[in-house]
């Protein structure tokens, strides 16, 4: 009998099995394989990424030793950048964002919001969404025991009442379902939301977008300052960086690239900050600028930038975060905080 490793251990399986008949049909996660998923490429990627898995889990069991609270160092930042192993990403996301300090000064906060009155509105905005929330995603089918639908609902309704000047936008189901798949647990789900949403993305999730909108022509001021030929390609099309981007920053890369590469991103995301997001976009344009300078035309661009969040890439998240921190240069926060100044001017004096 061969013997296989995956992320959820060990399995035996007659001599001559298929590769697509040894790796599950849906992911650890809960995800659907698509039709033509690659299954001899995931088995040979994921041979070697397990070897990888296997050596920082034993090092962050030894780093933590059990303790339920971290402090943020230079040892814990390497620790992060190099990947957060799943058993610990709860403990570490709550921890580097702040969420935790939130949770403990609040006892009760969540329960309370639950068991007050719900605005008709939220809700039927909420409900219209939570079906449109991972199709492709076992944990979120009705039909699912436990279905995750429930507690998500719970979540968003919680945090439209905690933050009624924003209530629901769209996007935000995604994000909250992700923080549920990974934390098992709907109130620090809600509190990991309200790190990213109040402190990492302000103004992300408002009725003007009004963060998002900046940080996306924060991102092309970066192009054109590290990219200068890509940029020039989109300026000669005329392609409008929301029309290629949005979801990239919207849905903090889900469902734009491959699930174990999001949640790595989302371990940096959660320790450093806004800035991350920038860094995976700018090493997605830097690798593949050969093909967007190939362009030439606006569906020629949009196809381009659709092409280069899928393939080797993206897949190997392990080399793909090495890369995030290489391939872009230097960006300082100091960078980004000017570049938003101005950016942010720029889009209130054309709107009004």
């Known amino acids: 009998m061969e013997k296989i490793k995956s992320i959820n251990g060990t399995h035996s399986f007659p001599p001559g099995t298929k590769a ?87 006892p009760g906060y969540y329960q309370s919001l639950l068991a007050a009155q719900h605005d008709p509105k939220l809700v039927e905005t909420v409900r219209t969404d939570l079906n449109r929330t991972f199709p492709d995603n076992v944990h979120f089918r009705r039909t699912s025991s436990p279905c995750l639908l429930k507690t998500l609902n719970n979540v968003l309704l919680a945090y439209g009442h905690h933050h009624p000047a924003v209530g629901y936008c769209q996007g935000m189901n995604f994000v909250a379902g992700y923080l549920l798949i990974v934390t098992k647990d709907e109130e620090k789900a809600f509190w990991l939301m309200d790190a990213l949403f109040g402190r990492i993305l302000p103004d992300y999730y408002t009725p003007d977008m009004l963060g998002l909108k900046t940080d996306q022509e924060v991102l092309g001021e970066l192009v054109k300052l590290k990219i200068p030929r890509v940029w020039q390609v989109m300026q000669e099309q005329n392609v409008m960086w929301t029309l290629v981007v949005s979801r990239w920053f919207i849905c903090l890369y889900i469902d734009v690239l491959p699930v174990e590469t999001v949640l790595r991103i989302w371990d940096c995301l959660f320790y450093e900050g806004s800035k991350i997001l920038f860094r995976v976009a700018l090493t997605l344009i830097h690798h593949n600028q050969a093909l967007i300078e190939e362009a030439q035309s606006l569906p020629d661009v949009c196809d381009a930038f659709k092409r280069i969040a899928h393939g080797p890439f993206v897949e190997e998240c392990h080399t793909f975060m090495q890369k995030i921190f290489t391939e872009p240069g230097s960006l300082s926060k100091a960078t980004l905080t000017k570049l938003r100044v101005t950016c942010r001017a720029r889009i209130t004096a054309e709107t009004s």
């Open 20 to 106: 697509k008949d040894r790796v599950d049909r849906v992911d650890p996660y809960g995800f659907e394989r698509s039709e033509d998923f690659d299954y001899e490429s995931y088995e040979e990627l994921m041979s070697e990424y397990l070897v990888v898995l296997t050596r920082r889990s034993i090092k962050w069991s030894r780093l933590l030793k059990g303790k339920r609270k971290v402090q943020k160092n230079v040892t814990l930042k390497r620790y992060v950048r190099k990947g957060v192993p799943n058993e610990h990403r709860a403990l570490i996301w709550m921890a580097a964002s702040g969420a935790q300090d939130q949770l403990d000064k609040n």
